[in-house]
């Protein structure tokens, strides 16, 4: 059982609903992203953290253009995990990061670098089941956790093959789209995570769309947790590291409540 | 010939080691559906039927091959052109659009999107949306709206609605990850019609079919025009549809192909010369031959023409370099602009920037090359703008 998996059980035996913030690295800047990373994992169970890409394909306007930022800032996604070395405040770290950056070090170094990094997870949003065995070898090797990704149009076949290569936790994926704040978490959500239950026992997080405390309850009531990531991005760029930990304060307390 | 394409599709939807489908688990299920669907309608006599008739009524096909002799005497060598500028649109991308469109309906879609560099593929798409009553979205960089004005009249006349982007380069590159982006949030009701031999499987294996009429009409036509076979095939490569088109007709004969990418202000400099100075990695759904830096950041592209300014290159050029089947060779934008006027003032044709690039290759290197088969890929109204500023007329 990888580190990550053990300890999201773990929490999870003790009836705690899961808090997964994204954050972008090296935004807002290159000294603030520590302190950003620290603050943000106070109330978390694992932070997210993504590495600035060219080419986002699955990301809305905010997380897209907080990795512009970054780039613009001279941090690529290998500069990144560098920077993220030694970072971590009381969270494990999972890295969040498009296929091109991996296949260009190679599986196995980018697993390394991650792995000296203090990354403990991978999410790689644009390598589907059919193209993953190599990364999942390499993760393997290295101890990191293999996080997984279903669809709203993710066949309940694909769900259960998919479901089982995962080594992390399942993210469901509550609505058709790319990232960004949704007004009201998708009806699709509950169908997506009941379709994760039936294929496996690990965790399963429901990510995409969710930006505030109430839908982050709604979503916790039937999943096991919530991935929490543009409206955390817009909050570390317009209110600092502050801004963003109070409002993770006020998540956990929503997640807190539905504890029986 | 459909050797590459027959290969591609019983394996694991690659080319070699090229291709393959790097997307977002919400789009898998849309594109094993599109597999699908492609193999029953590409083996149903009706759909061939259909296709067929609009390829002749709508695009006006076949397309003639032509001795541009004035042309050859520059170029010392005997140039013939097939002339899909004089196709209906004024390019070869029509030849997809219609194709994936009626595709599209037989899968019961609703809403067609498409990205577009030069909008040649955007008008295309537009027209074939237009026929067929269908909703019409295209995205194009902001930078190409403003060098391809025409082509946004066109397109919004056509009754397509046109989304300008401003990310990354605000070029083509950037209109196909806005186009993914769509098609992940509508994928249910829509199809996207990718203008090129690049995305994930099947996309280049569709897009590769649907062009293949270009060089099995080229071949047909320059055996009864010359009684044999030309020496060489030449087609500029940004995506690389029209060169796909035109050279899977000539596979298995002892032809050489050769595909001309954009040098831009030179291969030292800014360009778009995915397989002459690239490396392996993965773009917009597949892997091929990419421009990037060392952490897999994809580089900014350039080129004068919008439609070859392109940091990729389809996954079948990526293979068709690897197993030296076609060489790849790139001509400046210098050099292209001076073959786009050479053409137009010996032969009367205003060529697109695009394919004056492979025109640019043959007036560098033709001397002495017998017979050379050129695709004249579109035509020109659309760059003259771009001409006349770079020349500053």
């Known amino acids: 059982m990888t580190k990550l998996l053990d300890h999201l059980l773990s929490l999870r035996a003790e009836g705690r609903k899961l808090l997964v913030p994204y954050l972008m690295a090296g935004v807002p800047q290159r000294d603030s992203y520590g302190p950003a990373l620290v603050a943000c994992s106070e109330d978390a169970d694992a932070v997210e953290v993504g590495l600035p890409y060219s080419d986002p394909l699955m990301d809305g306007p905010v997380i897209a253009s907080a990795g512009e930022r970054a780039i613009r800032d001279g941090i690529g996604p290998i500069e990144a995990l560098e920077l993220t070395a030694g970072l971590g405040g009381s969270a494990p770290l999972i890295a969040m990061t498009y296929y091109n950056p991996i296949y260009r070090v190679g599986e196995r170094a980018f697993c390394a670098r991650a792995s000296r990094a203090g990354v403990t997870g991978l999410i790689v949003p644009d390598l589907p089941l059919e193209e993953s065995a190599g990364i999942r070898n390499a993760a393997r090797e290295h101890g990191l956790a293999w996080i997984t990704l279903v669809a709203p149009t993710s066949p309940p076949h694909r769900v259960e093959a998919i479901a089982k290569t995962a080594t992390g936790f399942v993210y469901a994926v509550s609505t058709l789209g790319v990232t960004g704040a949704r007004d009201e978490l998708s009806a699709v959500a509950s169908k997506v995570v009941a379709r994760c239950r039936d294929a496996t026992d690990l965790p399963v997080l429901v990510g995409l769309g969710v930006s505030n405390p109430e839908q982050a309850g709604a979503a916790a009531s039937v999943a096991d947790g919530v991935v929490i990531g543009s409206a955390v991005v817009k909050l570390v760029l317009e209110r600092g590291a502050e801004g963003a930990a109070s409002f993770l304060a006020e998540v956990r307390g929503a997640l807190d409540a539905l504890q029986g | 010939m459909t050797v590459a394409s027959d290969q591609v599709r019983q394996a694991t939807g690659r080319f070699g080691e ?246 831009g202000e030179g291969l030292d400099k800014r360009h778009g010369a995915s397989i002459t100075a690239g490396t392996q990695g993965v773009l917009h759904g597949a892997l091929s031959l990419v421009l990037q830096d060392d ?51 010996t032969e009367g044709i205003v060529p697109a920037l695009e394919p004056a690039h492979a025109l640019a290759h043959v007036l560098r290197d033709g001397a002495g090359k017998g017979l050379v088969l050129v695709g004249l890929s579109g035509r020109g109204d659309k760059d003259v703008a771009a001409v006349a500023e770079s020349l500053a007329l």
Request: charged content about 20%; aromatic content about 6%; hydrophobic content about 45%.
């Open chain 2, 295 to 345: 952490e897999g950041l994809i580089t900014h592209p350039h080129s004068i023409s919008a439609g070859l300014d392109y940091p990729g290159v389809g996954p079948e050029h990526a293979w068709l370099a690897s197993t030296g089947r076609a060489i790849y060779e790139s001509a400046t934008d210098e050099e292209a602009v001076k073959a786009f006027r050479v053409l137009a003032a």
């Open chain 2, 18 to 263: 090229f291709g393959g489908r790097y997307v977002p688990e919400a789009l898998m299920s849309a594109l094993i559906e599109l597999e699908q669907a492609w193999q029953e309608a590409r083996s149903d006599a009706a759909f061939g039927t259909r296709l067929d008739g609009l390829l002749a009524d709508v695009v006006g096909r076949p397309t003639p091959l032509y001795l541009a002799e004035r042309f050859s005497e520059r170029a010392g060598c005997r140039v013939l052109l097939k002339r899909e500028d004089l196709a209906h649109t004024g390019a070869h991308k029509i030849n997809n659009t219609l194709g994936q469109v009626l595709l599209a309906t037989r899968m019961g879609k609703r809403r067609i999107i498409a990205e577009t560099g030069a909008g040649q593929h955007g008008v295309a798409t537009a027209t074939a949306a237009a026929f067929f009553g269908l909703p019409c979205v295209v995205y194009m960089g902001a930078v190409d709206m403003a060098r391809q004005q025409l082509n946004v009249v066109r397109m919004r006349m056509l009754g397509a609605e046109v989304v300008g982007v401003e990310a990354g380069s605000a070029t083509l590159k950037d209109a196909i990850n806005e186009a993914l982006r769509d098609w992940v949030t509508n994928v249910e009701d829509t199809h996207y019609v990718i203008g090129s031999v690049v995305g994930p499987h099947p996309y280049p294996a569709l897009v590769g079919d649907l062009q293949a009429i270009i060089g099995t009409e080229a071949r047909a036509q320059v055996l009864e025009l010359e009684g044999g076979l030309p020496d060489e095939v030449v087609a500029c490569v940004g995506g690389g549809s029209n060169a796909i088109g035109l050279f899977r007709g000539f596979y298995d004969d002892d032809v050489r192909l050769i595909g001309v990418e954009a040098a």
